[in-house]
């Protein structure tokens, strides 16, 4: 069984760009999570999306953002970029269940200049 | 609000020593709860989760954990660490009536020295 998939694994941006970080969750879950790890401040919930909806967001500014498509995949779109968002942003699926767990990707390390 | 509190940032043993990782959570609610490992320059792996079952839960790769509710620990052990044990552990609770997202700790480095 295929596992969570991140694309790309690193991306170089500078600042005030747009970045575009994708994922592919295991095949038959339905919910995707997004989470940033940033050196010092550990692991941060983002976003939850599940049957395509955004279900919850955690404390990040509204230019973070994203989207879940039909087949399940999920886009984090991250704009105007700034240094302090360098980061490994690690994409995990589950079943919609909530005692279901999540299943973590490899992680997009995205490097703003 | 739920938090975990994973004490001690680097944990050392010598290889065939036990491995003890200390987890305490808060929460409002019976939680559940979920050790991951993190190899350098790759994601989370699942160890072992607890949601509301068996009090002593057995993982992947010989750890277990135990869930205690009057300590409000979920600590993690494993009898006899190998070299390979060595990387970084996260405790995780997320609330079962909740929004499903994870809130870990600040993570636990093992260290193993042969």
């Known amino acids: 069984e295929a596992g969570v998939t991140q694309s790309p694994t690193h991306l170089i941006k500078t600042r005030g760009q747009q970045a575009t970080l994708r994922c592919s969750p295991i095949?038959?879950?339905?919910?995707v999570y997004w989470y940033q790890q940033a050196l010092g401040l550990g692991l941060q919930f983002l976003l939850w999306?599940?049957?395509?909806?955004?279900?919850n967001r955690g404390n990040f500014p509204p230019r973070f953002s994203g989207r879940q498509f039909p087949n399940y995949s999920s886009e984090l779109n991250v704009n105007a970029l700034e240094l302090e968002d360098s980061a490994l942003y690690l994409c995990?699926?589950?079943?919609?269940?909530?005692?279901?767990?999540?299943?973590f990707g490899d992680g997009t390390r995205l490097s703003i200049l | 609000a739920q938090s975990v509190t994973q004490l001690g940032s680097h944990v050392s043993v010598s290889e065939g020593a036990l491995v003890l990782l200390r987890c305490n959570y808060s929460?409002?609610?019976?939680?559940?709860l979920f050790w991951y490992v993190q190899y350098p320059n790759q994601g989370l792996q699942l160890l072992l989760k607890?949601?509301?079952?068996?009090?002593l839960v057995k993982g992947i790769n010989g750890f277990e954990a135990e869930f205690k509710k009057s300590e409000t620990s979920f600590h993690l052990t494993k009898p006899s660490a190998h070299m390979s044990d060595a990387a970084e552990y996260f405790c995780?609770?997320?609330?079962?009536?909740?929004?499903?997202?994870?809130?870990f700790g600040t993570g636990t480095r093992l260290l193993v020295s042969p």
């Open positions: 995990a699926s589950s079943l919609s269940n909530s005692n279901q767990p999540q299943h």
């Open positions: 095949s038959g879950h339905t919910s």
């Open positions: 999306y599940d049957e395509g909806e955004e279900r």
């Open positions: 929460s409002s609610v019976p939680p559940y």
């Open positions: 607890y949601t509301s079952a068996a009090t």
């Open positions: 995780a609770v997320s609330d079962p009536t909740g929004f499903q997202k994870l809130v």
